[in-house]
């Protein structure tokens, strides 16, 4: 890990090891990924979730409506994931996104 | 495209905003993320299919193929559907119903569930589009269906199933040479990763990519439902619901024969059924709301479990809109209803149809089913694949020597502690 290494050795991979480990890695769907130049994953600063939309918002205008109806609300049929758990089991859009925290939003699913 | 490449089909199209998108293997809208449907040239359609033309085309759920996603002819499932709708008049007396039919797909062809149904739409859309990979997230049924269809049109299938499934669900899939993945997690969590890998691979997840092909498949229950019944729309419909879409498609049936004319106008009731161990939409229903909490399911049901239903905001809203009812049971409750149905129709159902059963009794002794009324019970899936359920509660075997003397001794001891001594009961 970026611990056992000197800035020195590799510069570039000492800065994104750092980055990795301070940030939040967002996987984005399939539908999102035209507007957010083509990424599917991306990587924002700790916060809330509400913090995360205003963050991709910020980066690649029109990704928040396209995710949250009027009142700024998730969609019910998008569905957020913060370590493998629905946000609507922990603080919906209130949880609290850690450094090394993985987030996935996905389109919400059929029957089987 | 032309009209040779898409058939009866017009576009895909978003249910919240209503933009349309090419017929694709895409399932959600870009812009508000709502699922797409597919748009249908009516009016085309009704100059071809009508009850003289359905009657003429073989018995199998084709027969109303204009009303069906798919370009050309189907080249997946081509025998599957028009299952039996049995008149249960001895089921009827125990409900205290008029009169009351059963819709048996735990007969349907070739895997003992209504899935046989989406899965011949969405395999055969898959193949009409070019795909060699299916793929699905399953609790069972649609993983055996995926698999069988797969391999009767040699193609490859992954299905990825949560860990533990019931072993008949699990064999079920194995046997056809499907590469079976168990994820050590609830179905939403297998969901979950399935849209995941459907966002990196190539392949026709039936139940993410294909889903609005595949969904489609589930009106064929309906159709059937309504020309079995001589051409007319029942007043109550019970149907189980896990995402909640079969429920939606049924109600959509009986709409588009109406529309088309092929059924006189008439008012119906669809009722919502659930197991108690995960009731995420009938707990809204009951409560009057139009969105639900999201559940961790337990219950017996597995084929049910699903905690986050896709479809639970238009199973709410068909519900609503017909003044239906939704209800559900505990796992006791499912138990009883797979007896009920076994022992007064001959029909032996899985933990789904148990949940029929049992939401139907209740609904009917609430006077929501009014007594003289007439329902149809929809029934999903086949006892034998889920016999851990019921294992240990259906009686025991009575084992005797071969010999005669002892047979009849067994059978004087029933006749002097009654006939229910017989079942172990």
Same mark, same amino acid.
């Given at each position: 890990?970026?611990?056992?290494?000197?800035?020195?050795?590799?510069?570039?991979?000492?800065?994104?090891?750092?980055?990795?480990?301070?940030?939040?890695?967002?996987?984005?769907?399939?539908?999102?990924?035209?507007?957010?130049?083509?990424?599917?994953?991306?990587?924002?600063?700790?916060?809330?979730?509400?913090?995360?939309?205003?963050?991709?918002?910020?980066?690649?205008?029109?990704?928040?409506?396209?995710?949250?109806?009027?009142?700024?609300?998730?969609?019910?049929?998008?569905?957020?994931?913060?370590?493998?758990?629905?946000?609507?089991?922990?603080?919906?859009?209130?949880?609290?996104?850690?450094?090394?925290?993985?987030?996935?939003?996905?389109?919400?699913?059929?029957?089987? | 495209?032309?009209?040779?490449?898409?058939?009866?089909?017009?576009?895909?199209?978003?249910?919240?905003?209503?933009?349309?998108?090419?017929?694709?293997?895409?399932?959600?809208?870009?812009?508000?993320?709502?699922? =797409?449907? !597919? %748009?249908?040239?009516?009016?085309?359609? &009704?100059? #071809?299919?009508?009850?003289?033309? /359905?009657? +003429?085309?073989?018995?199998?759920?084709?027969?109303?193929?204009?009303? =069906?996603? !798919? %370009?050309?002819?189907?080249?997946?499932? &081509?025998? #599957?559907?028009?299952?039996?709708? /049995?008149? +249960?008049?001895?089921?009827?007396?125990?409900?205290?119903?008029?009169? =009351?039919? !059963?819709?048996?797909?735990?007969?349907?062809?070739?895997?003992?569930?209504?899935?046989?149904?989406?899965?011949?739409?969405?395999?055969?859309?898959?193949?009409?589009?070019?795909?060699?990979? !299916?793929?699905?997230?399953?609790?069972?049924?649609?993983?055996?269906?995926?698999?069988?269809?797969?391999?009767?049109?040699?193609?490859?299938?992954?299905?990825?199933?949560?860990?533990?499934?019931?072993?008949?669900?699990?064999?079920?899939?194995?046997?056809?040479?499907?590469?079976?993945?168990?994820?050590?997690?609830?179905?939403?969590?297998?969901?979950?990763?399935?849209?995941?890998?459907?966002?990196?691979?190539?392949?026709?997840?039936?139940?993410?990519?294909?889903?609005?092909?595949?969904?489609?498949?589930?009106?064929?229950?309906?159709?059937?439902?309504?020309?079995?019944?001589?051409?007319?729309?029942?007043?109550?419909?019970?149907?189980?619901?896990?995402?909640?879409?079969?429920?939606?498609?049924?109600?959509?049936?009986?709409?588009?024969?109406?529309?088309?004319?092929?059924?006189?106008?008439?008012?119906?009731?669809?009722?919502?059924?659930?197991?108690?161990?995960?009731?995420?939409?009938?707990?809204?229903?009951?409560?009057?709301?139009?969105?639900?909490?999201?559940?961790?399911?337990?219950?017996?049901?597995?084929?049910?479990?699903?905690?986050?239903?896709?479809?639970?905001?238009?199973?709410?809203?068909?519900?609503?809109?017909?003044?239906?009812?939704?209800?559900?049971?505990?796992?006791?409750?499912?138990?009883?209803?797979?007896?009920?149905?076994?022992?007064?129709?001959?029909?032996?159902?899985?933990?789904?149809?148990?949940?029929?059963?049992?939401?139907?009794?209740?609904?009917?002794?609430?006077?929501?089913?009014?007594?003289?009324?007439?329902?149809?019970?929809?029934?999903?899936?086949?006892?034998?694949?889920?016999?851990?359920?019921?294992?240990?509660?259906?009686?025991?075997?009575?084992?005797?020597?071969?010999?005669?003397?002892?047979?009849?001794?067994?059978?004087?001891?029933?006749?002097?502690?009654?006939?229910?001594?017989?079942?172990?009961?």
């Amino acid at each position: 890990m970026a611990r056992l290494r000197s800035p020195d050795a590799d510069p570039t991979r000492f800065y994104l090891d750092r980055i990795r480990a301070m940030s939040v890695r967002v996987t984005i769907p399939p539908t999102l990924r035209r507007l957010c130049g083509g990424e599917d994953q991306l990587r924002v600063q700790p916060g809330t979730v509400s913090d995360l939309l205003v963050q991709l918002q910020q980066r690649y205008n029109g990704v928040r409506e396209r995710l949250c109806d009027e009142q700024g609300q998730i969609r019910g049929s998008v569905l957020v994931f913060v370590n493998d758990e629905d946000i609507r089991f922990l603080r919906h859009q209130q949880t609290e996104l850690r450094p090394g925290d993985e987030v996935s939003i996905i389109p919400a699913f059929a029957g089987g | 495209m032309s009209q040779t490449q898409q058939g009866f089909m017009k576009a895909l199209k978003c249910r919240e905003c209503g933009r349309e998108y090419p017929l694709a293997a895409t399932h959600v809208c870009e812009f508000d993320f709502g699922p =797409l449907e !597919v %748009a249908y040239d009516y009016e085309r359609i &009704r100059k #071809v299919l009508t009850r003289e033309s /359905i009657q +003429a085309r073989p018995q199998n759920m084709w027969r109303y193929r204009e009303l =069906l996603p !798919v %370009a050309g002819e189907p080249t997946v499932g &081509r025998q #599957v559907g028009y299952t039996p709708l /049995i008149k +249960a008049d001895r089921l009827a007396r125990r409900l205290g119903i008029r009169e =009351l039919w !059963v819709k048996n797909d735990a007969v349907n062809y070739p895997t003992l569930s209504f899935k046989d149904r989406v899965v011949s739409v969405a395999l055969s859309r898959s193949v009409e589009l070019g795909f060699k990979t !299916v793929a699905c997230a399953s609790t069972g049924n649609l993983a055996n269906s995926v698999a069988a269809n797969a391999a009767s049109a040699g193609l490859e299938a992954y299905v990825f199933i949560p860990h533990d499934l019931e072993q008949g669900k699990v064999i079920n899939s194995l046997v056809y040479g499907a590469r079976v993945i168990g994820i050590k997690g609830h179905y939403d969590e297998v969901n979950r990763l399935c849209a995941e890998i459907a966002g990196k691979y190539p392949w026709a997840f039936v139940n993410v990519n294909m889903r609005p092909y595949y969904a489609e498949g589930s009106k064929s229950m309906g159709f059937e439902i309504q020309e079995q019944l001589g051409w007319r729309i029942p007043e109550h419909t019970v149907v189980c619901m896990a995402s909640g879409s079969l429920l939606t498609k049924i109600h959509k049936s009986y709409q588009e024969f109406s529309k088309l004319g092929i059924v006189h106008e008439s008012s119906w009731k669809i009722h919502g059924a659930q197991a108690t161990g995960c009731n995420p939409i009938t707990m809204a229903q009951k409560a009057g709301l139009d969105f639900f909490k999201p559940q961790k399911p337990n219950t017996i049901a597995k084929s049910l479990a699903i905690g986050t239903p896709a479809d639970g905001f238009y199973a709410l809203r068909v519900m609503k809109e017909t003044g239906g009812h939704g209800d559900d049971v505990t796992d006791d409750e499912i138990r009883e209803g797979i007896r009920l149905l076994a022992e007064c129709e001959g029909v032996f159902a899985e933990t789904a149809g148990g949940v029929t059963v049992g939401v139907a009794r209740k609904l009917i002794a609430q006077g929501r089913i009014p007594a003289d009324s007439s329902a149809v019970l929809c029934i999903t899936g086949n006892g034998l694949k889920t016999l851990d359920a019921v294992a240990g509660h259906v009686g025991e075997t009575q084992e005797i020597r071969p010999s005669l003397r002892e047979f009849e001794a067994l059978i004087a001891s029933d006749r002097t502690h009654g006939a229910a001594a017989v079942a172990g009961r």
